[in-house]
């Protein structure tokens, strides 16, 4: 059973989402993998957002105890996030996942960033060898409703990001871009969006630094200035923008008293509250940005497009004990003619009467028959096994049963 434990921007402090995320690494999926009665997870840790996807045993009679005891047990500050959680089971987890994928829960909704951080939590867990097959189909399914919803809706020409989001507010307060001097700290994919972002609007004073000594090849390949000293560089900034992993901007680093603004986008905190509020420094972070961003409301047909791949990956599973008896049933008879095959012409039992030609010969039509034999049977599996989803989709998943269980003589 699919249990999925979310905090998120609509339950939970950014404070304890912050502290969180410091604490996931890679190898929180392994050691939730590791717990009692789960037998993998996937963790996803976002800008704003915290969720564990645990493939829980079927059998354990507390499934959201044991997901909520080992998220106390496994993160600093898991008491605090345990108490915040919203626990998603079964078919409800599986949604969740589908809309989460296509940006439908995100604090910026449509944003396109998460599909990609989605998967690649789920590729960090297959890493860990934390990952199920349940996970693995589940997953890879979110993400084929993911491209659904880009292709059917106008989610991909609006591409809505945070960075977008963040710029679209200040529109108002900055008529003309191209003077401005900015500074971006961070070197990694919200980076390169924010300078997309920005060039979009104008901007051509864009300068990055990077704690991690990537800023020189960083700015090659998006034609921007490297900085290599983090004070100076924000100094001559009017707008710094950070959006990297780690704590970087603190009051010391804070050496002039020009009035600037500094935007921190990380998660982790990048910027020291203390920060803002020093009185020539305007903070926006994610707090803010979540309770006075105008977010536009999804078009239905892109929740119409995650509500339908849902219910249709939800029936093909109700359909798979179907498929699985039906299948079982003609690989048994299979088995069965091919047992009834005359033990000679199998080239067993006769090799001390014939030559090595006649049994090589026999063996070799033996083989060919078996071939055939089985390519037969998955022939006449595959076309009922279709239907057998077809008609899970359309609720009529009983009424096959049973047709089934009559035409074949199913138990």
């Given at each position: ?209 990077s704690a991690t000594g990537r800023a020189q090849r960083f700015a090659e390949k998006f034609d921007v200035t490297a900085e290599h000293d983090l004070p100076d560089a924000i100094s001559r900034a009017r707008i710094v923008i950070t959006c990297t992993s780690r704590y970087t901007v603190t009051v010391d680093q804070i050496i002039d008293d020009k009035s600037r603004l500094i935007i921190d986008l990380g998660l982790p905190r990048n910027v020291d509250p203390a920060v803002g509020e020093l009185e020539h420094i305007e903070l926006i972070d994610l707090a803010v940005i979540g309770k006075h961003a105008e977010l536009p409301e999804l078009a239905d047909a892109a929740r119409d497009v995650v509500g339908t791949h849902a219910a249709a990956y939800l029936a093909q599973r109700a359909a798979a ?91």
């Amino acid at each position: 059973m699919l249990l999925c434990l979310t905090a998120n921007h609509r339950n939970t402090e950014f404070d304890v989402l912050d502290r969180v995320a410091r604490s996931v690494d890679a190898a929180t999926a392994s050691a939730f993998a590791a717990h009692d009665q789960v037998r993998g997870a996937v963790v996803l840790a976002t800008c704003n957002r915290f969720e564990a996807y645990l493939d829980v045993d079927d059998t354990a009679a507390e499934p959201v105890t044991i997901g909520t005891t080992a998220l106390q047990a496994l993160l600093e500050d898991g008491a605090e996030l345990a108490a915040s959680v919203t626990a998603l089971s079964g078919d409800d987890a599986i949604r969740h996942l589908f809309s989460v994928s296509s940006g439908l829960e995100s604090m910026v909704m449509g944003e396109d960033e998460i599909s990609g951080q989605v998967q690649r939590a789920l590729v960090a867990s297959r890493e860990a060898g934390a990952v199920t097959g349940h996970l693995e189909q589940v997953f890879q399914r979110a993400a084929t409703t993911n491209r659904a919803v880009r292709a059917r809706t106008d989610l991909a020409a609006s591409g809505r990001t945070l960075v977008r989001t963040v710029l679209d507010m200040l529109e108002l307060r900055v008529a003309d871009w191209s003077p401005i001097p900015v500074l971006i700290v961070g070197t990694g994919s919200y980076a390169a969006t924010t300078i997309q972002s920005l060039r979009a609007r104008g901007a051509q004073n864009l300068r990055v630094f990077s704690a991690t000594g990537r800023a020189q090849r960083f700015a090659e390949k998006f034609d921007v200035t490297a900085e290599h000293d983090l004070p100076d560089a924000i100094s001559r900034a009017r707008i710094v923008i950070t959006c990297t992993s780690r704590y970087t901007v603190t009051v010391d680093q804070i050496i002039d008293d020009k009035s600037r603004l500094i935007i921190d986008l990380g998660l982790p905190r990048n910027v020291d509250p203390a920060v803002g509020e020093l009185e020539h420094i305007e903070l926006i972070d994610l707090a803010v940005i979540g309770k006075h961003a105008e977010l536009p409301e999804l078009a239905d047909a892109a929740r119409d497009v995650v509500g339908t791949h849902a219910a249709a990956y939800l029936a093909q599973r109700a359909a798979a004990p179907a498929i699985v008896g039906f299948r079982r049933h003609i690989t048994q008879a299979l088995n069965d003619e091919l047992a009834r095959l005359p033990r000679a012409s199998r080239g067993e039992g006769a090799g001390e009467t014939m030559g090595a030609g006649p049994v090589a010969e026999a063996a070799a039509d033996t083989d060919a028959t078996e071939r055939a034999l089985r390519r037969l049977a998955a022939v006449i599996a595959h076309g009922p096994s279709v239907r057998a989803r077809e008609f899970a989709e359309a609720g009529r998943l009983d009424e096959y049963e049973e047709a089934l269980r009559i035409v074949f003589d199913l138990p």
